[in-house]
Nanobody, 127 residues
Framework: QVQLVESGGGLVQAGGSLRLSCAAS????????MGWFRQAPGKEREFVAH????????YYGDSAKGRFTISRDNAKNTVSLQMNSLKPEDTAVYYC????????????????????WGQGTQVTVSS
C-alpha cells in the first residue's frame, strides 16, 4: 500500500521559515522523482518543486525560486521542503507527490505527471 505522509506545517509569521517533510512507504522511493505542490483556497494546485531520483537535479516554480529548497534522503524514504522568507501568499495546503515516470520530463510541473499524493499539510503565514 502506497502512502505519503506530510508533516511540518503550521503557523508562522512573514519572514519566517518552515521545513516540511514527507515520509514514503509502499513504493520504490529511490526509483522515482518526487515533487511538492500547494493549493490555496479557491485556486488551482500549483507546482512548487521537483527533485530527481538521486537528488542530483531540482526544479522550482517561480514562487519558490530563491526561497525554497527541496531535498531527499533515499535511505530514509523522505523528501523535504525547506521554506525560508515566507510570505502571506505562501499560505496553502502543501502536498508531496511521486512522479509517475522513471525519468523526469519537461512536464514535471504538471500535477497529472504524479500518481501518488499525500494528504497535505497546512501552512499559514501571517502578516
Amino acid at each position: 500500500q502506497v502512502q505519503l505522509v506530510e508533516s511540518g506545517g503550521g503557523l508562522v509569521q512573514a519572514g519566517g521559515s518552515l521545513r516540511l517533510s514527507c515520509a514514503a512507504s509502499g513504493l520504490p522511493f529511490s526509483r522515482r522523482a518526487m515533487g511538492w505542490f500547494r493549493q490555496a483556497p479557491g485556486k488551482e494546485r500549483e507546482f512548487v518543486a521537483h527533485i530527481t531520483q538521486s537528488g542530483g537535479m531540482s526544479y522550482y516554480g517561480d514562487s519558490a525560486k530563491g526561497r525554497f529548497t527541496i531535498s531527499r534522503d533515499n535511505a530514509k524514504n523522505t523528501v523535504s521542503l525547506q521554506m525560508n522568507s515566507l510570505k502571506p501568499e505562501d499560505t496553502a495546503v502543501y502536498y508531496c507527490a511521486q512522479y509517475r515516470s522513471l525519468y523526469t520530463s519537461s512536464a514535471y510541473y504538471l500535477p497529472q505527471e504524479y500518481n501518488y499524493w499525500g494528504q497535505g499539510t497546512q501552512v499559514t503565514v501571517s502578516s
